[in-house]
């Protein structure tokens, strides 16, 4: 069988691999992507609950976790989320900004995808799918062996994702790949994903499913304003998906569950209140949450027979709930991997490993993780555009 030789191969055809191809077609590169599953942009497609939230306006460095906090700025100066929706806009989606600079299509991330493929094809970029990489060599060329036959490039972009939601084919390769090149690979673990609680808990709030309401949760310097949501199993919403990702087994978090009021003043001013504190929280909480909260960890007696240091204890609770989560829901839950590539062995300005010439790594396989609501979109956009006017 005949050698396909190219100028680019690119790993993986989600968010950063079809945007790094582009670009580098653009250049006149001639590129190849190569697609394990059947279909290109996997995670596009149910992303935003299906109508793919494609970048938000604010990102910048500040919303990411990486062990190299700096690593990602340069890349974000030259592909901003205005960038990304003026190529939306030019091929006439509609879209709409939600809550927190949030950016959606009007009707359906297949929106986003067909844009990208329309890219490709403009810049004459070859999308193979269900191809599977068996070996990748380097010799003066990476060669790579697959199941539809011998490939080889000059540059080799690795833009395989991360671990995050197994059932859409995710693959470790591009963590396989880099140890067999001797770069750094940081420890994962899921990111974007609900907290599950350890069997007490369960057991005290395993009635209160489906109840969400406003909060402040917390862990080291992390803060995070949005709202919780009981389950099942644990702890979700957007407030508990953010500091998961900044969340250390064995460590708790800590919840204000009424942000908008200082309780100990509020109890003050109504120290001479016949109601019980159950009744009295149920102006400030859901009714239920109430319930189950001073049953458990309160002291159920009218505020006029509560002293001033009981109060200032119940109002530090409701401000500081520590939870020690039992873990998380894993990948199969997850948004995103925690973890991955160590920036420190890339360029931050063209995505390349700094001992292996001519092989760079993109998006989600790398230690950069955003927040929730389109900032991991951002960097799959940032870095793919930073690799693409190298490779």
Avoid at 241 to 253: K, M
Avoid at 261 to 268: C, E, G, L, Q
Avoid at 370 to 390: D, E, I, K, M
Wanted: charged share 15%; with cysteine; aromatic share 10%.
């Amino acid at each position: 069988m005949d050698i396909i030789s190219t100028d680019v191969l690119i790993i993986g055809a989600g968010a950063s691999g079809l945007m790094c191809a582009i670009e580098a077609g653009k250049r006149g590169r001639s590129v190849i992507v190569l697609e394990h599953n059947d279909q290109v942009g996997k995670k596009i497609r149910i992303s935003g609950g299906g109508r793919c939230n494609f970048t938000n306006i604010h990102a910048s460095a500040d919303h990411f976790l990486s062990n190299n906090p700096h690593f990602a700025k340069s890349a974000f100066s030259r592909f901003t989320p205005q960038d990304f929706v003026t190529l939306v806009k030019k091929h006439n989606i509609a879209f709409h900004e939600k809550a927190l600079g949030q950016l959606f299509c009007d009707t359906s991330s297949q929106n986003i995808i067909a844009m990208l493929k329309k890219e490709c094809a403009a810049a004459n970029v070859q999308i193979l799918t269900n191809t599977h990489i068996n070996q990748v060599s380097k010799k003066d060329v990476f060669i790579l062996n697959t199941n539809q036959g011998e490939f080889q490039c000059q540059s080799l972009v690795v833009a395989s994702g991360g671990l995050s939601i197994p059932s859409l084919g995710t693959s470790d390769i591009g963590y396989t790949l880099a140890k067999q090149f001797d770069i750094q690979v940081n420890p994962c673990r899921p990111g974007l994903v609900p907290l599950t609680f350890k069997a007490k808990e369960l057991n005290i709030f395993k009635n209160l499913s489906g109840l969400s309401l406003d909060v402040i949760v917390s862990f080291q310097n992390a803060h995070f304003r949005e709202k919780m949501l009981f389950t099942h199993k644990g702890l979700s919403g957007p407030a508990i998906l953010q500091i998961s990702s900044y969340w250390q087994a064995g460590q708790p978090i800590l919840i204000n569950l009424v942000p908008k009021f200082p309780m100990f003043d509020v109890f003050k001013n109504h120290h001479h209140s016949k109601l019980t504190l159950k009744n009295f929280l149920k102006d400030y909480l859901p009714a239920r949450l109430a319930d189950v909260f001073v049953d458990h960890y309160l002291k159920d007696k009218p505020l006029t027979q509560t002293s001033l240091e009981e109060l200032q204890n119940s109002a530090t609770l409701l401000h500081n709930w520590p939870i020690i989560p039992q873990g998380t829901e894993g990948y199969a839950k997850a948004e995103v991997t925690v973890g991955g590539i160590d920036p420190n062995e890339l360029s931050s300005k063209t995505m390349a490993a700094k001992k292996v010439s001519g092989l760079y790594f993109i998006g989600e396989v790398v230690d950069v993780t955003g927040w929730l609501g389109g900032f991991n979109f951002q960097w799959a956009w940032a870095s793919g555009f930073a690799a693409g006017q190298y490779v």
